[in-house]
């Protein structure tokens, strides 16, 4: 190579790097449109990631269903036993809908209309209380009080202005849309299931159709099974825990005839999703709302009760349905989730989680298999 050529190789490594970091930057520059363009798509194949969310819940009890089909004296159910495995669980889901839709949904809906309706009320109280506060107050002191005082004002002021209700017909809109999603991915999940072992064979062909390595495609293969283990581990086990958390919960603040009980128990056993940071979310929700409701007195004891089942929960009950742990350091959990909650909301907040453990997985097998 002569000595021009020399000079003008050795800027293509520079040039490179700084195309490299143009892109970078214009893609934090414009993290906003980008992330709102991400959560376009993924709202316009909602129904499709539900689908496999739900084949994921099913996935189980549709195969112990199967097993036990499978054994049955009758030839015609033994020799399509998966088929009516799927089916059966269908039919339950149908029965458990049908139950929900006639005695829950009505209750919830009562407890959100008079919750709205209270607001107003809640924000008046609240309002006494701080104004009665002592001046040598340490809420005085640190300036909570204020604080407290401009967001109450600010919440109700933007919850009953015009703003306010668009943005409630939004939220109903968006609900409404929500439940056709669900349908389409209970549906879509039924074909995944009726179709799993198709499903599994069209992408091995497809692996060795792309891949001719014996090595890669053995690699990618145990990739797909760490991410398997970590998606079943996270979703069923998780799902579990939260409907133990949701009916137990609800059942402590029946005891202590807490108002909205129903309301209440249903969001902790949503957030009981999030690790960490949803137990917490659940347990100052309720708290707040039950010393508005029920007075200071009775707020502490309920929430002696939760913090007791919380620990009862996150040290004997969920590490038994879990069984395999994540292996993922605390404060991971809790920073992936602050930053998917910023970046998608509560969405990003629920699988978090699963996806930074995944991430983790197949770089520790990356880097095994580099070691090797």
């Known amino acids: ?212 390595s014996e090595k890669v495609r053995a690699r990618l293969i145990k990739y797909l099974e760490q991410i398997n283990k970590v998606l079943i581990t996270f979703i069923a086990s998780k799902g579990l825990d939260s409907e133990i958390n949701l009916v137990e919960i609800t059942s402590i603040l029946l005891i202590f005839n807490v108002q909205y009980a129903s309301l209440l128990g249903l969001i902790a056993g949503m957030l009981n999703f999030i690790p960490y940071l949803g137990s917490l979310i659940a347990v100052i929700s309720i708290s707040v709302i039950n010393v508005l409701t029920g007075g200071l007195s009775k707020a502490i004891q309920v929430l002696i009760v939760l913090l007791i089942f919380q620990q009862i929960d996150g040290n004997f009950i969920e590490p038994r349905i879990m069984r395999t742990s994540l292996k993922i350091s605390p404060i991971l959990v809790i920073v992936s989730v602050l930053a998917g909650g910023a970046y998608f909301g509560l969405l990003g907040m629920f699988f978090a989680v699963p996806v930074i453990t995944i991430i983790k997985q197949i770089l520790i097998e990356y880097v095994s298999s580099g070691e090797e």
């Open 1 to 212: 190579m002569n000595k021009d050529n020399f000079e003008k190789a050795k800027w293509i490594p520079i040039f490179v790097l700084a195309v490299i970091l143009m892109l970078i930057y214009k893609t934090f520059d414009n993290i906003t449109g980008i992330t709102s363009e991400i959560k376009r798509f993924l709202w316009i194949i909602s129904p499709l990631l539900f689908g496999i969310l739900f084949s994921y819940f099913l996935y189980y009890p549709s195969e112990k269903l199967n097993k036990l089909y499978s054994r049955a004296g009758v030839k015609i159910i033994s020799k399509r036993s998966k088929g009516f495995s799927i089916l059966t669980l269908f039919l339950l889901l149908a029965l458990i809908a049908v139950f929900v839709i006639r005695t829950i949904i009505p209750v919830l809906f009562t407890s959100i209309v008079e919750l709205i309706d209270s607001v107003d009320t809640y924000q008046t109280q609240l309002m006494e209380y701080l104004d009665n506060l002592p001046e040598d107050s340490i809420w005085v002191a640190f300036d909570i009080v204020d604080r407290l005082r401009e967001y109450s004002t600010n919440f109700v002021n933007q919850f009953f202005d015009q703003d306010g209700m668009e943005q409630v017909t939004r939220l109903i809109i968006s609900l409404a849309d929500g439940v056709v999603s669900v349908v389409l991915g209970l549906i879509i999940s039924l074909y995944i299931l009726l179709e799993l072992e198709r499903i599994k064979d069209f992408f091995r062909r497809m692996n060795k159709t792309l891949f001719q």
